[in-house]
């Protein structure tokens, strides 16, 4: 009896050793990165604010991405991620319905324009009539800022024009250069990273107003309520050689300060992408 009783002390003592064990280990902080960059691109882009973040919070923080988009922002709605680098239409979604607080916004910004082919340029965008418009990922935000444009001139898609969706920005320029379409949306950065042969066949015919490349946001559940810390982190990385580096690798130019209704603006955009994405969503 007093063996038995030993051996139900000691495994006590073993039960309570690995359970103090486990919550002395802080949880990681997920990192969740859009998956159009792929995992080897992200990981190698956003190392050094990994390492930056793990160095400081004194917790493990782990690289996250996902097979698609629909699969990203299940994720996000999910609370999976403590830290997440998304788009501005995406961000106010994350913000609205799953409570991701706003941290930064990358100084760089991104346009949409509409370009047409330099030899038959277009008067207007009303001329479009008919035709068939380009376009990458229509759920991007540059895709739907570019709809915009020529929604502005009274035009329907499906209705006054076709859309044609195609997996690169260059393929859809090059289908108005082939003569296989009126117009493509693109990004004005996008296209100036064309071969000069593809920016010289084209011409700009309207461009949108600039918004953010990426927004910072937290999770304040699932990064053990550090928004605040986070917000001072990324500020004080971005001050360092490795991140003024890191700005420089992910485009970003550095991080801003966000107002706390400044994405507000991205309503009608986020709910396009959470309908475009399906009702799971």
Known sequence: ??????????????????????????????????????????????QPLQSYLQEKLQRPVELHTAPDQKTFVEHIQRGDYGLIVVPPHLARLAQRESGYQALAASRAEITAVVVVDKNHPLQQLAELRGTTVTLPDRLSLVSMLGLDLIAAQQLQ????????????????????????????????????????????????????????DAIYLAHPAASGGTGTQLQQLLDDFMRTAAGQQFAEITGHSGLRPLGNRELERYDDYATQLKSGLGDSI
């Open 157 to 212: 898609a499906g209705r006054d024009y076709q859309l044609a969706e195609f997996p690169l920005h260059i393929s859809a320029v090059l289908a108005v250069t082939q003569g296989k379409a009126g117009a493509a949306i693109t990004s004005w950065k996008t296209l100036n990273r064309m071969p000069v042969a593809v920016k010289e066949a084209v011409h700009i015919a309207a461009q949108s107003q600039p918004v953010p």
């Open 1 to 46: 009896m007093v063996c038995a009783l030993r051996r139900l002390h000691w495994l006590y003592c073993l039960m309570l050793a690995a359970s103090t064990a486990t919550l002395a280990e802080p949880l990681p902080l997920r990192l969740g990165v859009m998956p159009h960059l792929g995992t080897p691109l992200a990981t190698a882009r956003y």
